[in-house]
């Protein structure tokens, strides 16, 4: 059974960075099956940024130049960086498979921009 943690949230000032970290357990068949979505108040979750069937990085426009996607077969996990945060990237940021049928969902990891 496949399992997801998210981590590496907090509270960061607009301009700032975060990198988040997915820790993947259970047998998957590549790490390029996860992608990142956020949550924000009151809406559904979105699909953030994912791999191509080809292994390239996909974004949403909001993100694109900001954020980067990051495979670490050593530690099993998929990283988010996110640079130049907005206030409207706050949310809860969840990993997950970006189509088909997804696996149990982590608890997330919350991210808050201030000004």
């Known amino acids: 059974q496949v399992q997801l943690v998210e981590s590496g949230g907090g509270l960061v000032q607009a301009g700032g960075s975060l990198r988040l970290s997915c820790e993947v357990s259970g047998t998957i068949s590549s790490l390029d099956e996860i992608g990142w979505y956020r949550q924000m108040a009151g809406r559904s979750r979105e699909l953030v940024a994912r791999?191509?069937?080809?292994?390239?990085?996909i974004f949403v426009e909001d993100v694109r130049g900001r954020f980067a996607i990051f495979k670490d077969n050593t530690k099993n996990s998929v990283d988010l960086q996110m640079d130049n945060l907005k206030i409207e990237d706050t949310g809860v940021y969840y990993c997950?498979?970006?189509?088909?049928?997804?696996?149990?969902w982590g608890r997330g990891t919350q991210v808050t921009v201030s000004s």
């Open positions: 997950n498979r970006p189509s088909g049928r997804v696996f149990a």
């Open positions: 791999f191509s069937i080809l292994g390239d990085p």
